[in-house]
T-cell receptor
């Protein structure tokens, strides 16, 4: 069963705290993505990873970093979270073409 | 830089109607075009995709692609209340087909 998982599903943090969002996939896809989705702005690409330790900035990378040490696992890190990083974050994976999305993480930064 | 725009922003149709959603893009060399559907509170899920000019039909859904006019569309025949969702179009970068740009979406409501 093809699946992308995300943990945690909901997270509340205070401004300045560090945040770790985790994503896993069981399809052995090489390419993985982190997006954020805000009302009226659609899905904005934060980072794309082409394989282990092969990561590239997307359209809005400022304030974020990523880590991919295993093909099936991709992490998004916010060092010193800001209130404008409150959003829904989606992870996705792909072998070319169709992207498979995780259920999302709703992050609130107070 | 690929620019992708969708119209209309929102749409309300009665059950059984034909629904048409539009997407324009800026790079005629793009190779992958797709529609995703996102029900409220859920993840986006791929609906249909097309790689070359023309039309593709799957059940009640049809995609039209015209690269020359930088336009592709999704048509839903016999719209159902379960079709109510946010529809996102996606177009790949010509320089990197792994990277796509999503439109901001059309919110469709089908009234029973």
């Amino acid at each position: 069963d093809m699946k992308v998982t995300q943990m945690p599903r909901y997270l509340i943090k205070r401004m300045g705290e560090n945040v770790l969002l985790e994503c896993g996939q069981d399809m052995s896809h090489e390419t993985m993505y982190w997006y954020r989705q805000d009302p009226g702005l659609g899905l904005q690409l934060i980072y794309i990873s082409y394989d282990v330790d092969s990561n590239s900035e997307g359209d809005i990378p400022k304030g974020y970093r990523v880590s991919r040490k295993k093909r099936e696992h991709f992490s998004l890190i916010l060092d010193s979270a800001k209130t404008n990083q409150t959003s829904v974050y989606f992870c996705a994976s792909s072998s070319g073409g169709e992207q498979y999305f995780g259920p999302g993480t709703r992050l609130t930064v107070l | 830089q690929q620019k992708v725009q969708q119209s209309p922003e929102s749409l309300i149709v009665p059950e059984g109607a034909m629904t048409s959603l539009n997407c324009t893009f800026s790079d005629s060399a793009s190779q992958y075009f797709a529609w995703y559907r996102q029900h409220s509170g859920k993840a986006p899920k791929a609906l249909m995709s097309i790689f070359s000019n023309g039309e593709k039909e799957e059940g009640r859904f049809t995609i039209h692609l015209n690269k020359a006019s930088l336009h592709f569309s999704l048509h839903i025949r016999d719209s159902q209340p379960s079709d109510s969702a946010l529809y996102l179009c996606a177009v790949s970068m010509s320089s990197n087909t792994n990277k796509v740009v999503f439109g901001t979406g059309t919110r469709l409501q089908v009234l029973p």
